[in-house]
Protein backbone atom coordinates (compact mmCIF):
# COMPACT_ATOMS: atom_id res chain seq x y z
CA UNK A 1 0.00 0.00 0.00
CA UNK A 2 1.50 3.40 -0.92
CA UNK A 3 0.41 6.19 1.61
CA UNK A 4 0.53 9.96 0.82
CA UNK A 5 -0.43 12.25 3.87
CA UNK A 6 -1.36 16.34 3.68
CA UNK A 7 -2.50 19.07 5.77
CA UNK A 8 0.29 20.19 7.46
CA UNK A 9 1.33 23.72 8.06
CA UNK A 10 1.95 26.62 10.43
CA UNK A 11 -0.70 27.25 13.31
CA UNK A 12 -1.05 29.87 16.02
CA UNK A 13 -1.31 28.06 19.47
CA UNK A 14 -4.61 26.91 20.22
CA UNK A 15 -5.71 26.75 16.54
CA UNK A 16 -6.84 23.83 14.55
CA UNK A 17 -5.40 21.26 11.40
CA UNK A 18 -6.60 18.54 10.09
CA UNK A 19 -4.48 15.98 8.26
CA UNK A 20 -5.09 13.69 6.09
CA UNK A 21 -3.82 10.43 4.48
CA UNK A 22 -4.78 8.68 1.07
CA UNK A 23 -3.87 4.83 0.51
CA UNK A 24 -4.15 3.65 -2.77
CA UNK A 25 -2.78 0.47 -4.21
CA UNK A 26 -3.90 -2.19 -1.80
CA UNK A 27 -7.74 -2.30 -0.30
CA UNK A 28 -7.54 -0.17 2.80
CA UNK A 29 -9.56 -1.72 5.42
CA UNK A 30 -7.90 -4.37 5.47
CA UNK A 31 -5.34 -2.30 7.56
CA UNK A 32 -5.08 -0.50 10.61
CA UNK A 33 -3.83 3.07 10.56
CA UNK A 34 -1.78 4.99 12.68
CA UNK A 35 -0.53 8.50 13.38
CA UNK A 36 3.14 8.82 14.21
CA UNK A 37 5.27 12.04 14.66
CA UNK A 38 9.06 13.28 15.13
CA UNK A 39 10.42 16.63 16.19
CA UNK A 40 13.71 17.83 15.88
CA UNK A 41 16.20 15.77 18.18
CA UNK A 42 13.95 13.41 19.15
CA UNK A 43 13.00 9.79 18.51
CA UNK A 44 9.48 8.71 16.26
CA UNK A 45 6.42 8.72 18.59
CA UNK A 46 3.16 7.05 18.21
CA UNK A 47 -0.09 9.33 18.20
CA UNK A 48 -2.71 7.56 17.46
CA UNK A 49 -4.36 4.49 15.78
CA UNK A 50 -7.80 3.32 14.42
CA UNK A 51 -8.49 -0.19 13.88
CA UNK A 52 -9.90 -1.66 10.06
CA UNK A 53 -13.55 -0.73 10.92
CA UNK A 54 -13.13 2.65 12.64
CA UNK A 55 -14.63 1.91 15.95
CA UNK A 56 -11.84 1.53 18.39
CA UNK A 57 -9.21 3.91 18.73
CA UNK A 58 -5.92 4.70 20.88
CA UNK A 59 -4.16 7.83 21.63
CA UNK A 60 -1.23 9.17 23.65
CA UNK A 61 -1.79 10.52 26.75
CA UNK A 62 -0.21 13.69 25.71
CA UNK A 63 -2.92 14.59 22.34
CA UNK A 64 -5.87 12.81 24.62
CA UNK A 65 -9.06 15.41 24.34
CA UNK A 66 -7.21 17.63 21.85
CA UNK A 67 -6.60 15.00 18.53
CA UNK A 68 -9.11 12.98 17.02
CA UNK A 69 -8.79 10.24 14.44
CA UNK A 70 -10.97 8.74 12.21
CA UNK A 71 -11.09 6.71 9.16
CA UNK A 72 -13.38 6.94 5.50
CA UNK A 73 -12.79 3.58 4.36
CA UNK A 74 -14.62 4.53 1.11
CA UNK A 75 -12.51 7.43 0.52
CA UNK A 76 -9.31 5.01 1.63
CA UNK A 77 -8.33 7.85 4.11
CA UNK A 78 -7.30 7.95 7.43
CA UNK A 79 -7.28 11.92 9.26
CA UNK A 80 -6.26 13.30 12.28
CA UNK A 81 -7.92 16.37 13.44
CA UNK A 82 -6.12 18.37 15.78
CA UNK A 83 -7.46 20.75 18.17
CA UNK A 84 -6.42 23.32 21.02
CA UNK A 85 -2.68 22.84 19.08
CA UNK A 86 0.66 23.37 21.40
CA UNK A 87 3.99 24.12 20.42
CA UNK A 88 4.96 21.01 21.63
CA UNK A 89 2.95 19.20 18.84
CA UNK A 90 5.77 20.44 16.44
CA UNK A 91 7.11 18.14 14.05
CA UNK A 92 6.72 15.53 11.07
CA UNK A 93 3.85 13.92 11.64
CA UNK A 94 3.67 10.56 9.90
CA UNK A 95 1.03 8.24 8.64
CA UNK A 96 1.31 3.87 8.97
CA UNK A 97 -0.47 1.09 7.82
CA UNK A 98 -0.26 -2.55 9.43
CA UNK A 99 -1.98 -5.77 8.71
CA UNK A 100 -0.98 -6.66 12.16
CA UNK A 101 -3.87 -9.05 14.01
CA UNK A 102 -7.54 -8.17 13.18
CA UNK A 103 -11.08 -6.40 13.19
CA UNK A 104 -10.59 -4.32 16.22
CA UNK A 105 -7.15 -4.82 17.06
CA UNK A 106 -4.88 -1.69 17.33
CA UNK A 107 -1.01 -2.73 16.53
CA UNK A 108 1.30 -2.10 18.63
CA UNK A 109 3.44 0.79 17.58
CA UNK A 110 6.41 -1.55 16.17
CA UNK A 111 3.93 -3.18 14.25
CA UNK A 112 3.17 -0.56 11.11
CA UNK A 113 4.92 -1.88 7.51
CA UNK A 114 4.17 0.87 5.51
CA UNK A 115 4.87 4.57 5.74
CA UNK A 116 4.25 7.82 4.41
CA UNK A 117 6.32 10.87 3.14
CA UNK A 118 5.37 12.99 6.54
CA UNK A 119 3.75 16.53 6.66
CA UNK A 120 5.14 19.28 8.55
CA UNK A 121 2.82 20.67 11.73
CA UNK A 122 4.45 23.62 13.04
CA UNK A 123 2.73 25.38 16.13
CA UNK A 124 4.00 29.14 16.95
CA UNK A 125 3.53 29.82 20.76
Known amino acids: VQLQASGGGLVQAGGSLRLSCEAS????????MGWFRQAPGKEREFVAA????????SYVDSVKGRFTIDRDNAKNTVYLQMNRLKPEDTAVYYC???????????????????WGQGTQVTVSS
Open 50 to 57: VDRGGATT
Open 25 to 32: GRTFSNYA
Open 96 to 114: AASLSGSGWYIPRPGEYGY
